[in-house]
């Protein structure tokens, strides 16, 4: 399956757009980033960020809407977090030779993100009561069969779901489980995953971010 991160090319990265009020790690980067689009009245707050193996260029990252879900085993209110949708956004990056000349770092893909997602949607999965290494016995199985699905798009586990995309109607791969939805596509200038708990992903639509004010919290 194709990975997430690539080395630092070798010219100048200029930024896709500048972000208004982007938080730390939005900014200057060279792609877009995705959220849901202005059907979504709800919260909206910032995720994670990914970086290139240098920790220079940022290569994925992932915007919440609704509540942000709970990612400790010692959570004490079970209920907390029921009800989110988390995208994900992944770069675009060719194949890259490692600088240390070790080896290749494949291309992203919709692969790439429905990797993120699943596995975004597995660390928001709680279980209070487990133990913690059962807990880890548990992530790492579901962690292998999330790689081994986002591997292989069409297979009978995924099915297919059209959702807007900055207004026009554009493919996704999706499933869902016990724990959530999971869904991948392409966008312009990106992948797009997503994955969410309590919230249906059958009227989602997503659009480009540029105006960050509503992530703050």
């Known amino acids: 399956m194709d990975t997430t991160s690539e080395t630092v090319a070798e010219q100048e990265q200029q930024p896709h757009a500048e972000a208004k009020s982007a938080g730390p790690g ?3 980067v060279d792609f877009p980033w995705y959220g849901l689009d202005d059907a979504w009245t709800g919260r909206r707050w910032y995720g994670a960020t990914g970086t290139s193996p240098d920790g220079r260029v940022v290569d994925y990252g992932s915007l919440g809407h609704g509540d942000e879900p709970v990612r400790s085993y010692l959570a004490q209110d079970p209920a907390e977090g029921k009800r989110f949708a988390v995208v994900v956004t992944v770069a675009r990056r060719e194949a890259r030779r490692l600088e240390n000349g070790t080896g290749m770092l494949e291309a992203t893909s919709v692969s790439s993100a429905a990797w993120l997602a699943g596995s975004g949607l597995l660390a928001a999965t ?5 133990e913690r290494s059962l807990r ?3 992530l790492d199985q ?3 069969l999330a790689w081994d699905l986002a591997d292989d798009l069409e297979s009978p586990a995924w099915s297919s779901l059209t959702l807007p995309v900055n ?3 554009q493919p996704f791969r999706y499933r869902e ?3 959530g939805w999971v869904l991948a ?3 312009e200038g990106a992948h797009i995953g ?5 919230v249906s992903a059958y009227g989602l639509g997503f659009t480009v971010i540029t105006d960050f004010a509503t992530y703050g919290g």
């Open 185 to 187: 596509g392409d966008a």
């Open 26 to 28: 939005f900014s200057g």
């Open 126 to 130: 709680e279980h209070a009561p487990m």
């Open 142 to 144: 579901q962690t292998a």
């Open 177 to 179: 489980s016990e724990y």
């Open 167 to 169: 207004g026009t109607p």
């Open 136 to 138: 880890q016995d548990w």
């Open 194 to 198: 997503a994955y969410g708990r309590g």
